[in-house]
């Protein structure tokens, strides 16, 4: 029996119902469906009557499964819904040309890499607590980087994962490392921000291509961090059997964690950090690949009481109340929550006193120039409004799982 038409109806049904709840602004039902129409949709795509549909489709699945994640990011914030893309749309081009392996013109390629390279203005300030896990990466840094003694062959890291709730610093820590290798004349040490997802459902049945240009560049530029965010997406494959492409994936992948192309260079050295949300669903043989996995868990108070510090007084804020008091009140937020937290109370504030703005646009620019913005002293009140609208995401059980996955893991 052919399955085809069941799953693409099952596909369509779910998006159907998916976009009607993004409509009516109930992201969490679009999130469910968009996830469960980005399941139809890898089933479907291996229905496919050739490889170039075939790669169309998972593209698309790729596509949903991306907004159906970004749309439970946001999930707990009113104001940041209108500043959501628009979901995708169903339309699957099955013509494009250039997911047939071999077939793109290698300047899309290099193209696609120098999009992914960034210089990083994060230091190590920047990120409030996990001082264990920054001395640790200093630490791997330093001992990959420094002389090694004539006669002792010494074994260094070069593959990192970072795993977590959302939201807990894995990128700015993967930030702040790749900009301590600041290259003294030539300005930054180059940082690879590959977002794993992005370059599957643009460049699906590529992929693999470009991650080895990826690597060449990183060596070329040595020291260099490629870092590698979504991870679990690169080699997870739960929702389908493996083709080709994905097989491809893999084996690049696990050269590159390897070295193979550096062995025997010890003036070359490409840090990887991986990072994901997910870290079960990522293959077993990439993950022993991984010689430090770290836990980025929720912050403590320590953190939560470091990362208020950045998002307030380092801005200039005052408090009329004790910190101490926003520290219990935060308990279960992550850092991207407390941020959150932190700007949706200062803008309340400076919203209400300087409710006049508008009409003073309206008298001219000279008269807003010489207008002076006012502030006051937050308190308690503000940021317990402002918990109405920002409220943590990450469940204490969905830490746990966290926590036991690592347990299970040693
Ligand atoms: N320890 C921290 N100190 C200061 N700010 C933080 C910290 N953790 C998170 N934040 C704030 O939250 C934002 C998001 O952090 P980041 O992008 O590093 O999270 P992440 O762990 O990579 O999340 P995701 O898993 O969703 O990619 C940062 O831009 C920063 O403003
Ligand atoms: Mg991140």
């Given at each position: 029996m052919d399955l085809g038409p069941k799953l693409k109806r099952a596909c369509d049904d779910a998006l159907h119902k998916a976009k009607m709840a993004w409509k009516a602004g109930d992201s969490e039902t679009a999130a469910a469906n968009f996830e469960a129409a980005s399941k139809a949709m890898f089933k479907f795509a291996e229905?496919?009557?050739?490889r170039s549909m075939e790669y169309a489709r998972k593209r698309k699945a790729i596509e949903y499964r991306d907004f159906a994640r970004r749309l439970r990011e946001v999930g707990a914030e009113p104001q940041a819904k209108s500043n959501l893309p628009k979901p995708p749309s169903n339309h699957v081009d099955e013509n494009r040309s250039h997911e047939t392996a071999g077939g793109e013109p290698e300047s899309n390629i290099s193209e696609a890499v120098s999009a992914l390279v960034h210089t990083s203005t994060i230091t190590w300030d920047d990120i409030g607590g996990l001082e264990e896990t920054k001395r640790d990466i200093k630490y791997t840094l330093g001992l990959s980087l420094a002389k090694p003694p004539a006669d002792v062959k010494i074994t260094t890291f070069r593959n990192m994962l970072f795993y977590g709730p959302p939201g807990t610093g894995k990128t700015l820590l993967a930030a702040a490392t790749s900009n301590s290798l600041k290259v003294t004349t030539e300005g930054q040490a180059l940082f690879f921000n590959v977002k794993v997802s992005g370059v599957l459902s643009k460049y699906f049945g590529e992929s693999s291509k470009i991650i080895s240009e990826i690597y060449g560049a990183a060596r070329d530029n040595s020291p260099s961090v490629v870092f590698l965010d979504e991870f679990e997406s690169l080699t997870s494959n739960r929702d389908s059997e493996q083709t080709g492409a994905e097989r491809r994936i893999l084996s690049t992948i696990l050269a590159e964690l390897d070295g193979l192309a550096e062995k025997g260079r010890s003036d070359i050295f490409v840090l990887t950090i991986a990072a994901t949300n997910?870290?079960?669903?990522?293959d077993a043989a990439v993950m022993s690949r991984f010689e430090k996995q770290i836990l980025i868990p929720l912050p403590d108070e320590e953190t939560r009481h470091a990362i208020l510090d950045i998002h307030l007084h380092k801005k200039g804020y005052q408090l009329d109340f004790d910190l101490a008091e926003l520290i219990d009140d935060t308990e279960g937020y992550s850092g991207r929550e407390i941020e959150r937290l932190a700007k949706q109370a200062t803008s309340q504030m400076i919203s209400e006193l300087n409710a006049d703005l508008p009409d003073l646009i309206d008298s001219g620019l000279a008269a807003t120039r010489a207008y002076q913005v006012k502030v006051r002293p937050l308190t308690l009140a503000d940021f317990e409004r402002a918990k109405t609208y920002i409220r943590p995401s990450t469940s204490p059980a969905e830490m746990q799982r966290y926590i036991d996955w690592s347990v299970e893991d040693d």
């Open positions: 229905h496919a009557q050739s997910r870290p079960w669903e990522i």
